[in-house]
């Protein structure tokens, strides 16, 4: 074989080993998705007991041992972590608190093996989120170092400061509210539900953080975290379609100014928006909120529903008391709040079952009826007035508002013309402070 021929053979040999490696590289990416898919189906056996309470629900004692509360409770001691009630530090999010604060966990754990978990009814990210540290602590009796992306992404959705539009649903805070709506959940026990909303969710962490161990720069907001073969692609697809909806829902919102208390004390004028149909797809009204936020407006009145029956104490249904939930909210980092608008809402609440005859209370895990005023509220089940959130959201009572979703907008309509009124008195009297001043300046100039 002359050179030329032994060089032209060792060039496509080269060539051939060449394209091997692109297809290996191929096959390697490839490879890592399917190998993480086949890992999270392992993780679902995932040895750890869930239960479920409702939002809010108060941890009247320390947990048994071998139990942790999380994101639920209202109380930050141990074996139980939660940062909407008055007992807690500066935590943003309960996923922050476990990582401040190990011995909580810790404290109350005898027996790994045992371990139970209680977190609220469909779950969110920060549940989820600090149930999976629970979980990793008392594995490992230390949180490692990559556990902090996860508590950075936690304090970023659970304060509303992650709103993915509907254009940009391949994400991890997107995806998490897609579980529940996959087709094997719609047939399936509320407990059953919760349970693989949780599983799904570890499962989904277990996936972000593989894909940052292999791209350490990428963190669980970063774009191309979700790769395109990920194990999430029929969750994606849901998304798009809710998507679809929205963008017919937001036409018949009435989109309006209204104007909000400011950290100073002022008041700002923000786009708002009162949405008034509620989408058939539930998963678009999950998303709603972030969706509408991406899309500008500051304020959001979202409602999930409007016509329930109200259940009384003793379990009978009131056909002639309707009840609906709505969730009010501005976007964080705006420079507005809420402040007072959930107790306006809470006075009217208790006016109404007054006049309706209606005894309020609250309904424990064990189903349980209580009439004791949830701590630093004045009612066992009352609207949560975003103490814990910087005043920046506000939700309903568990059983329902009897107020109607008309009568709740009108009182955040009436709020920001008070805020309007008050701001504008107090501009009028600083002007008249200013032209005294002004005046008294002439008249000790004339003096002198």
Known sequence: MSNEEKEEKAQRIDAQISALKDEEAKLLELGNENDLSQNMEE??????????????????????????????????????IDHHGDEKDDSVCATEMVYRHPELVLQNITNPNELTIVGHILPDFDCVASAYLVKKLVENGELTPEMEKVVEYAKLTDTGRINPGRNDVKNTYSILNAFAYMPENQNVSFDELNNNIMKNGFRLIDYCLERIKQNPELTFDSPELIGDNSPFLEEIKLLEQASKEYEEVLETADKTQLSLPTLDGKAKNV?????????????????MKSWLRDDGFVFTSIPVYDSHNFRTDDGQVLDDVKTSRVILSVAPGKGVNLEGLGKNIEDKESEKCAELGI???????????????????????????????????????????????????EIAMEYSKHIEKANALENSVDENNELSEELQQLQNNQIK
């Open 271 to 287: 786009p708002s928006a009162f949405v008034k149909d509620i989408p058939e797809n539930e998963l678009t009204r999950d998303m």
């Open 43 to 80: 993780e679902k056996n995932i040895g750890v007991k869930f239960e479920f309470v409702r939002n809010g629900t108060t941890a009247e004692q320390t947990p048994e041992e071998n139990t942790i509360w999380i994101d639920v409770g209202n109380k930050m001691e141990k074996g139980i």
């Open 359 to 409: 005894r309020r209370y609250s309904k424990g895990r064990d189903g349980s009826i209580s009439y004791e005023n949830r701590p630093g509220y004045e009612s066992p089940d009352p609207w949560y007035d975003g103490r814990g959130h910087n005043y920046e959201i506000i939700d309903g009572p568990m059983s329902g508002s009897v107020l109607s979703v008309g009568e709740i907008n």
